[in-house]
């Protein structure tokens, strides 16, 4: 092969000069920043995101998946898929064994289905496609599905699908068992101690099936609740990793800067977050699409991204992320237009009725947000009030559907049937919940295209769905889009391979290593 | 003595009592819900999870018999559980107590040393500089936001001039034991009790001034001053003695609440205590812990109250305990 054309598949592969020069050094220390304090570690029974960010060093899933969402071995080392598209053959890792020394085998992946159905919200929809599951020996497990699922390899990283031991759960009460509070993972580290409100310690698992790995000896999560004193606590040395949303935005370009400081906005693939403004479809102006269509011209988001959120982020074309599986641009286009908002109000009939923002209330970014857009909405003529709350009352307002403007983010899983379909669909129009279809938008063709798009088969099929899927949304604006977010973290540059996959931090720091 | 003490301590409990009934529907009365919270962090809403949740908070049982069950365990000291935190109440307060203790009880000792020596001082000197420098010096840090003292601490003393640690209770891994650990402790305390304490200690300079100028002008200084007695016991024996019982009721008041009294501060210089436990379960909606904490807060009011009322006849001899 001519050295070009090797230098170009090297640069392609991204396998830059300096990454092939290092190799990992082992030991040391890595000091990180915890917000707001997990309530719990077992993973299995609490899904918020700082119980994975810590616990996803603790357990593993079957699967992690690159930055562009392929599917990557960890405690399966191989899988295959029949040509029917409903039978999923797992193959397991052998050697594997919990942090007690217990091996992990097929058992505990099926004993994990189990209690996963009953505790864990996400997985139990995505395995409500499961008809059986079994394990013909100890490193086999096969799904077989009652129909095709599209995103079904998709949906075992550690945080939606972790692993559970058996031997310490099977005929326990699963809400009080003590291993809650000292969890045993098959991951690269272990739990070593939890002082509440202070600090959660692991220590590296000298038994990981992955030859050398982990690097670093522990990591220490740090509770601080105030984003001044973690941004301070980075400034002056004391912690070595701010894990995106750590700290304010405002603080990103000024902690950026100090010496020794790198940043990234990678490692957010997978969850791909994305905010918009639900807007109530059920009553008053904003029943009329063209108010809704005003509200997308009127908002300057172009702003948002560049001030607000320091440039980080993109501009949100519809109800997908540019990141995740089957996106299109290929739809109607919202560019600022303070002018073509003000018409399409005129043309709807708006005569200045009162139109309640509910903000969001995590943090200052948030607050300055919600003033702005309440800004950008009056400058077109709507009459803005904004309703202050925390967030359990906000979202309580929102699952009572008494709001008619609310600010949100919702995470997408890589696929439009996981993390996208479940806020338009009209069956999860469901009072006193959040986070499903609380703008009560209903369109007989778009929950027959989500159906379809969820067990078509090709993907090229999938992808024409999910297209028209895209463009209808867009056109009937049920939600206001607003940007595609990028939470950066903020490291120490001796901190390497910190992020290696598209789930980043969240799944664990098995890669990482200290340049001392 | 015995009788007066024994009567405060019924009252108190049946206080006590209806404080947990108030709060029990104050509580529920916010808007808010615990399984919606939770459901939310999980990133999953669905029915199944939301009624699951109910189910394990109790939620779904009618509003008396969760009173009932919550009532009947605060009388056997049992305090439940927080399903958000998956451990029992009691076992959560304990173990953040002894942290607010010591944060709280230094700044208020910090606070009524200062306040009281500087009140006098400025009683003393009225009228002159140092009374003027003293009652702006205590006015600005009663005047600045906690916060807002926190953050400027932080900057000068920890990021520029780099000598006390911005947060925590300890030096995180460090694993100091024995002397070393109390000076590590001794440090990380030293910037969160200074901010808590020159905040009351405002109040205590103030009240003490003022009360001392009262004090002064009463017939028996003059007597004592008749008498030939010196200046510095006249001001001493006489007239700070006398002068004090509005700074103990003050700081009655202020050591009941001294232990939910510290959110600020806790929250700024991440200070595992009881005040960052009760904000974060007063945002979480976890009931069972909000109302735990507001439980031991109550009782050490009451406690609080009933030791000024004693200290008072300390102070005072003429002060008898009416029955």
Known sequence: MPKRVLLGLLLACGLTAPALAQEPKTGGVINAVIQPEPPGLMLAQVQNGPTQMVSGNIFEGLLRYSPKLEPLPELAESWSVSEDAKTYTFKLKKGVTWHDGKP???????????????????????????????????????????????????????????????????????????????????????????????????????????????????????????????????????????????????????????????????????????????????????????????????????????????????????????????????????????????????????????????????????????????????????????????????NQKIGDWDYDIAFTYLYQYGDPALGVGRNYISSNIAKGQVFNNVEGYSNPEIDKLFADGATATPDSKRKEIYDKAQKILVEDVPVAWMLELQFPTITRCKVKNLITTGIGVNDGFKDAWLDK | MLSFVAQRIVKGVIVLLAIVVLNFFLIRLAPGDPAIVMAGEAGASDQVFVKQLREKFGLDKPLPEQLFIYVKGVATLDLGFSFRQQAPVAKLIGERLPATLLLTLTAFAISLALGILFGTFAARFAGTFLDTGITVFALIFYAMPIFWVALMGILLFSVTMDWLPSFGYETVGANLTGLAHAVDVAKHLIMPAMTLGLFFMATYTRMTRASMLEVKRLDFVKTARAKGLSDAVIQRRHVLRNALLPVVTLAGVHSGTLIGGAVITETVFAWPGIGRLMYDALLQRDYNLLLGVFVICSAMVLIFNLITDLVYRLVDPRIEYAT
């Open chain 1, 104 to 394: 992990f085998t097929a058992a505990d992946v099926l004993f994990s289905m189990e209690m996963l159905k009953q505790t864990h919200a996400r997985a139990r929809t995505n395995l409500a496609q499961v008809d059986k599951i079994e394990t013909p020996d100890d490193y086999t497990v096969v799904f077989t599905l009652k129909q095709p699922f599209g995103p079904f390899l998709g949906i075992f990283e550690v945080g939606s699908m972790p692993m559970v031991p058996k031997h310490l759960y099977e005929g326990t009460d699963w809400k009080t068992n003590p291993y809650n509070n000292a969890p045993v993972g098959t991951g690269p580290f272990m739990f070593k101690e939890w002082q509440k409100g202070s600090f959660i310690r692991l220590v590296k698992n000298p038994n990981y099936h992955e030859k050398g790995k982990p690097y670093i000896d522990e990591i220490y999560w740090q509770i601080i609740p105030d984003a001044a004193a973690r941004s301070v606590a980075y400034e002056t040395g004391k912690v070595d990793v701010l894990p995106g949303g750590s700290v304010e935005n405002f603080d990103v370009p000024r902690l950026s800067k100090l010496k020794d400081t790198c940043v990234t906005g990678a490692g957010w693939e997978f969850f791909s977050p994305l905010a918009w403004l639900w807007l109530n479809n059920r009553q008053g102006p904003l029943a009329d699409k063209r108010v809704r269509q005003a509200i997308m011209y009127a908002i300057d988001r172009d702003f948002a991204k560049d001030v607000i959120w320091n440039g980080l982020g993109k501009v949100a074309t519809g109800p997908s992320a540019s990141t995740i599986k089957f996106y299109t641009d290929d739809v109607p286009k919202y560019p600022y237009n303070p002018a073509k908002a003000k018409a399409l109000l005129k043309e709807a009939g708006y005569k200045g009725e009162k139109i309640r923002l509910l903000p969001l209330a995590y943090g200052e970014t948030w607050q300055r947000w919600g003033e702005a857009v309440k800004q950008n909405l009056q400058d077109v003529g709507m009459n803005i009030e904004t309703i202050a709350t925390d967030v359990a009352g906000g």
